[in-house]
Nanobody, 120 residues
């Protein structure tokens, strides 16, 4: 499975951004992780293969929305409103396991990251 993430950029705080991740194959779960400068990579959100099941990190609940287009095998991450603390490299990942295990970070497939920079 190959993953291609896109949509990062420089955005002002309070603005919105939508990240996309296209998958070349089918997996049971897709998710997003991020790594802020000087920090370890952390879980952000994950969605089930059907798109009906989702899970989020507590720190992003209410501002981040993950969704899946099954026809396109593409996962989206909508961020609104953006905060300076959201700055980092966002990675798309996929797993053959259920999305409920995604917060553990043990995903089999990883894409290259896309950089999100939020200015204050």
């Amino acid at each position: 499975v190959q993953l291609q993430a896109s949509g990062g950029g420089l955005v002002q705080a309070g603005g919105s951004l939508r990240l996309s991740c296209a998958a070349s194959g089918l997996t049971l779960c897709m998710g997003w992780f991020r790594q802020a400068p000087g920090n370890e990579r952390e879980f952000v959100a994950a969605v089930s293969w059907t798109g009906r099941g989702t899970t989020y990190a507590d720190s992003v609940k209410g501002r981040f929305t993950i969704s899946k287009d099954n026809a396109e095998d593409t996962v989206y991450l909508q961020i609104n409103p953006l905060k300076p603390g959201d700055t980092g490299v966002y990675y798309c990942a996929a797993s053959e396991r259920s999305y409920v295990y995604a917060p553990r970070g043990d995903m089999e497939y990883w894409g290259k990251g896309t950089l999100v920079t939020v200015s204050s």
